[in-house]
């Protein structure tokens, strides 16, 4: 099961996961969550992967439409600090290529404010 924070730096939303993305309730939790911060108009988003230990295609499947959902409300979403085998996954599956993935949360919101 997946836990969440969530925090404001420079303007950006930063959600730090924790534990493991499988799909089932890890989906609608974090499907709500987004759908509460594109009420608030909190379209650019960091999700900060760093405590994330696993993460299996469905849970990859639920970052691909939340970078849907944030692309088509005029938004963004940027991946920071993934583990080496978050990473290796993402390689795998050629979706490095679709998401701009950083090796830290900093980097990643001052690639916010660089746009």
Do not use: Y
Not at 18 to 30: F, N, Q, V, W, Y
């Amino acid at each position: 099961m997946v836990k969440f924070s969530t925090k404001t730096t420079k303007g950006i939303t930063v959600i730090s996961l924790e534990g493991t993305i499988m799909g089932g309730p890890d989906a609608s939790l974090l499907n709500d969550h987004l759908l509460e911060l594109l009420e608030k108009k909190r379209i650019n988003v960091v999700i900060d992967l760093h405590q994330l230990t696993i993460i299996n295609s469905t849970g990859l499947g639920i970052l691909i439409n939340c970078l849907k959902v944030l692309r088509n409300a005029g938004g963004d979403m940027k991946l920071a600090n993934p583990s080496h085998k978050v990473l290796h996954l993402l390689e795998v599956t050629k979706l490095h290529k679709v998401f701009d993935i950083h090796k830290t949360v900093t980097s990643a919101v001052k690639a916010f404010n660089e746009m």
